[in-house]
């Protein structure tokens, strides 16, 4: 399963909520979003439904109270500025979090802040701390910062058929890996498998990614499942800037047969 989502597509798709009497603006990309102020929000539900995709456009000076979601996710910094807890979270940090693990808050500056939410499968919202504490499932908490160093004009090559990378965490034994990776206009590749790891998400920076004869600019988005195997891309006119972010694989269920 492959699913392309266009920055166009997704701008039509803009809601705004009120979190903590602030106003933020999503943009659905990939799934349904979770909907602050609704009777299902934040419930304890989560897992069915695909992958879920959205953008968060925090207002200035607002604050996200700490929290944790079920669901492994990224959160990929794309504009504005602040911090995540104690790290900054400056156009190109990614944070991943996996399910069950408490992070914030989220402070956005005089800019406010944007962020796109990738997860692996769905989930209903923040689940917020300490009021939700008793239904946090410990041993499972995992967090990974990285931050694309020196990003800036002149990132993407123009010689070509020229390729640049960058691994921002390297791959793990479960299949965790963030990259980033910038292509001379026209130039094709192949990414990494996805069956490494329980599926990823292709994001693009500048330029745009060729899909099925449609440009998808800046801002837009893929999801890769673990059974698209190695996904081939290829550069538009202006060449691409795109960040791969893969998940860990999803653990087996247990077996219930018997012996």
Known sequence: MLISTATETAQQREMTHLVDDQPYRGQ???????????????????????????????????????????????????????????????PLTVQYAGGNTPYGPIVAEDDGIQYFTLRQAWDSGAKYLPAMKDTLVNGQQRQVIAVKSCHGAGEIPHQDGAIKSETLTAPTADGLFMQWLALAPGTRTTLPDTAEGGGQYHVVISGSLLRAGEDLPALSVEFASPDEGAVAIEAGANGLELMLLRFPKVPAAPSNGSQ
């Open 28 to 90: 659905e990309y990939i799934g349904s979003a979770p909907k602050p102020g609704t009777a299902d929000y934040g419930r304890s539900v989560a897992g069915g439904g695909g992958p879920q995709a959205y953008l968060v456009i925090q207002p200035p000076h607002s604050v996200t109270r700490p929290h944790f979601h079920q669901t492994n996710q990224f959160q990929l910094f794309v504009g504005g500025g602040g911090r995540v807890g104690k790290q900054r979270a400056d």
